[in-house]
């Protein structure tokens, strides 16, 4: 059959018909541990009984309702995450990308606020990854997502990964904003360096820049704390989450402190769909697993297992695994060599695992990921290097 879809992804052929917890069903007869999870969105698995309850009762309720007026269960949502977070204030939409053009409109509209428009540039780390709108494809400066795409959205500057001169060389009176992701997923699951960020934040605070982390990945529990920068003691004006917070319903978020907020005055950026009930509703159910007591905990905890024994699987094969990297349950195994007949191996073994830059092979478990399950990944995992012939 000929597909009427686009062919802007390259899929694998194959195709599911159910998911639960941790597996997925496929349409082929075969059962497989899914350790991709929609890309890190699933934090809590396939066919979570307290999401199907949320969205079926909220859906026999309300769908959806205007912004122009007031949502319970949105004004719930938010508050609940100003509770945990550094955040005094939020603002819903329906995807990353979203949320990280919101969090540029939130910088550029403070400076702009406060009688300095012309500051207004966002500075990124070359090669990032902040979504496909066209500013954050610019954002990213990644030579193959702007291809084809111009004229150049303007307003970015970027810097080398782990290079603090480049970023002090790269700053200008009109930066009014750094953004980068705490942990870089998309680009190989490159952790930031507590050093690095505190070293960034000395920066923001001395220069007046505003300091953004994109954990539309890392965050929301992925990294073992519910935001990946908790693990430094640095603080950041802006945050665009999404990904993991609606556990497979669409939502993106911006949270952002009050000095920030009150550039964002009535009329200043809207959403049709952003902050629907249907999509709170389920949000508010993705928090209530998140911040049961111990929840976390179990994330770190889990987690170092499966990092230790990654470790030894590595030590075992250096000459097919660089490194292993990560934070929590935001995992990537770096290869010598191109990855991609290694995730097939893998999946031909029933256990499914996704790309990311620099080689690395990603693994993305449910953050509600049992031990055995773990084990299995393990199993195969050694299984197919084994096997695989560099
Ligand atoms: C996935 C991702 C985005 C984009 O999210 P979409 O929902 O695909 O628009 C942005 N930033 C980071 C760090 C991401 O991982």
Redesign the pocket.
């Known amino acids: 059959m000929v597909s009427a879809l686009a062919k802007n992804y390259s899929r694998r052929k194959i195709s599911f018909k159910k998911g639960k917890g941790s597996f997925l069903y496929a349409n082929n007869g075969k059962k497989y541990l899914d350790f991709v999870q929609g ?2 969105v699933n934090s809590l698995g396939h066919s979570n009984p307290n999401l199907i309850k949320a969205v079926s009762q909220q859906s026999k309720k309300l769908w959806h309702i205007s912004n122009a007026f007031i949502i319970p269960e949105g004004e719930r949502l938010a508050k609940r995450l100003t509770k945990k977070t550094f955040a005094d204030y939020v603002i819903f939409q329906n ?4 949320a ?1 053009e919101v969090a540029i409109k939130v910088a550029r509209r403070y400076f702009y606020s406060i009688g300095q428009p012309k500051k207004n540039r966002v500075l990124c780390i070359k090669n990032s ?4 709108t066209l500013a ?1 494809i610019f954002a990213s400066g990644s030579k193959k997502m702007i291809e084809g795409f111009g004229p150049k959205v303007q307003g970015f500057d970027h810097f080398e990964f782990g290079n603090i001169k480049s970023l002090k060389k790269s700053i200008t009176k009109k930066t009014a904003a750094i953004m980068v ?1 705490t942990v870089m ?2 680009g190989g699951i490159k952790v930031i360096s507590k050093k690095f960020l505190k070293e960034i934040e000395k920066i923001c605070k001395k220069k007046k820049i505003l300091l953004i982390f ?1 954990e ?2 890392c965050g929301i529990g992925r990294s073992g704390k519910f935001f990946a920068y908790e693990y430094s003691n640095v603080k950041p004006d802006i945050v ?1 989450i ?2 993991g917070i609606g556990g497979g319903f669409p939502i ?1 978020a911006v949270l952002m402190n009050k000095k920030v907020a009150s550039g964002m005055i009535p009329g200043s950026h809207g959403s049709t769909f952003g902050g629907n009930p249907l999509a709170m509703s389920v949000g508010n159910a993705v928090l209530d697993q998140i911040f049961k007591r111990g929840f976390l905990k179990n994330v770190q905890k889990i987690s170092k297992y499966f990092h230790s024994e990654l470790k030894k699987i590595w030590k075992d094969y250096p000459n097919i695994i660089k490194e292993v990297r990560g934070l929590g349950l935001l995992i990537g195994l770096q290869l010598h060599q191109d990855q991609s007949r290694f995730i097939k191996k893998l999946m031909e073994n029933n256990l499914l695992t996704i790309k990311a830059g620099e080689n690395v092979v990603r693994i993305l478990p449910p953050l509600t990921v049992k031990k055995k399950e773990v084990d299995l990944a393990i199993k195969i995992i050694k299984k197919v290097c084994k096997i695989y012939k560099v």
């Open positions: 890309i890190a995807s990353g990308t979203e990280t990854f902040h979504g496909r954050a992701e997923g998309e994109d539309i990945q665009p999404a990904k993106g």
